[in-house]
């Protein structure tokens, strides 16, 4: 009987769920395992080593070269033949902390406010960029944050914390640390966009109104976002709404919206 493979630790899900080839038919779709994922983003994008993957993922230097190998076969086939990508499934397990002296930044696991307790295993926890009850509409901006837990479609937890003056790419660390996973916020610029993907963290930005009912949409999968959200003193006039039209009326204030 084979020995059944060891379950691979990864820091976290990325980002981005699949990648579809532009102005070609769809044909079948190449599925990456989440470990194989992590193998390519640690080696070619971290510049790990093989042993220092091996290390951080738990696993023997042998199977990260058979993980990498396969994974960069399937990424190939997907860029020269025009096939969709799915990033899903595979055998890994979520890090605990016990990785944190091999992954730095990544897989911080520190709590920024020791008054939030830890993520439970299978919840999702979400942040809101958070004013008076309702959706603050500049992310660099927000001197707060509630975070939500939520497990099953329900609102398992919910707290109000200080950003205590951090701000920008700043806040991407800070909600890391929070083990926040998604953040639903109002306008939002670049910057702070390629900082959350960095670390992970799934995005709903464009939205507005109050922060609970939006957490409640988004757990009932019926949250009406802007998946090209931004927000560039340079790109709007006097007037614009950082929401772009999903009904945000805050304007942007000094010319910068958290980028």
Do not use: W
């Given at each position: 009987?084979?020995r059944?493979?060891?379950?691979?630790?990864?820091?976290?899900?990325?980002?981005?769920?699949?990648?579809?080839?532009?102005?070609i038919?769809?044909?079948?779709?190449?599925?990456?395992?989440?470990?194989?994922?992590?193998?390519?983003?640690?080696?070619?994008?971290?510049k790990?080593?093989?042993?220092?993957?091996?290390?951080?993922?738990?696993?023997?230097?042998t199977?990260?070269?058979?993980?990498?190998?396969?994974?960069?076969?399937?990424?190939?086939?997907?860029?020269v033949?025009?096939?969709?990508l799915?990033?899903?499934?595979?055998?890994?397990?979520?890090?605990?902390?016990?990785?944190?002296?091999?992954?730095?930044?990544?897989?911080?696991?520190?709590?920024?406010?020791?008054?939030?307790?830890?993520?439970?295993?299978?919840?999702?926890?979400?942040?809101?960029?958070?004013?008076?009850?309702?959706?603050?509409?500049?992310?660099?901006?927000?001197?707060?944050?509630?975070?939500?837990?939520?497990?099953?479609?329900?609102?398992t937890?919910?707290?109000?914390?200080?950003?205590?003056?951090?701000?920008?790419?700043?806040?991407?660390?800070?909600?890391?640390?929070?083990?926040?996973?998604?953040?639903?916020?109002?306008?939002?610029?670049?910057?702070?966009?390629?900082?959350?993907?960095?670390?992970?963290?799934?995005?709903?930005?464009?939205?507005?109104?109050?922060?609970?009912?939006?957490?409640?949409?988004?757990?009932?999968?019926?949250?009406a976002?802007?998946?090209?959200?931004?927000?560039?003193?340079?790109?709007?006039?006097?007037?614009?709404?950082?929401?772009?039209?999903?009904?945000?009326?805050?304007?942007?204030?000094?010319?910068?919206?958290?980028?």
């Open positions: 009987m084979a059944p493979s060891r379950c691979r630790r990864i820091c976290s899900e990325p980002a981005y769920e699949s990648f579809i080839p532009e102005g038919p769809c044909q079948g779709q190449v599925i990456l395992t989440l470990d194989e994922y992590e193998v390519i983003r640690l080696i070619d994008l971290e790990l080593t093989h042993e220092q993957c091996a290390r951080q993922m738990d696993i023997s230097r199977t990260v070269t058979e993980i990498y190998e396969a994974a960069r076969e399937k990424i190939a086939e997907c860029i033949n025009g096939r969709p799915l990033i899903a499934g595979g055998n890994y397990r979520f890090c605990d902390g016990s990785a944190v002296p091999y992954c730095g930044k990544v897989c911080r696991r520190t709590q920024a406010n020791p008054e939030v307790p830890a993520k439970g295993e299978n919840e999702m926890r979400v942040a809101v960029t958070y004013e008076n009850g309702e959706i603050f509409q500049h992310f660099g901006h927000t001197e707060q944050f509630k975070i939500y837990d939520v497990e099953d479609g329900k609102i937890k919910e707290q109000v914390v200080d950003t205590n003056g951090s701000g920008h790419g700043a806040l991407a660390g800070f909600l890391l640390d929070l083990q926040v996973d998604t953040l639903i916020c109002g306008g939002i610029g670049m910057g702070a966009q390629n900082a959350l993907a960095d670390a992970g963290i799934r995005l709903y930005g464009g939205v507005a109104g109050s922060a609970d009912e939006a957490v409640k949409a988004l757990a009932e999968g019926t949250l976002y802007n998946p090209d959200v931004h927000c560039d003193h340079h790109e709007h006039g006097e007037g614009h709404s950082c929401g772009h039209g999903h009904g945000g009326d805050h304007e942007c204030r000094h010319g910068d919206c958290g980028r």
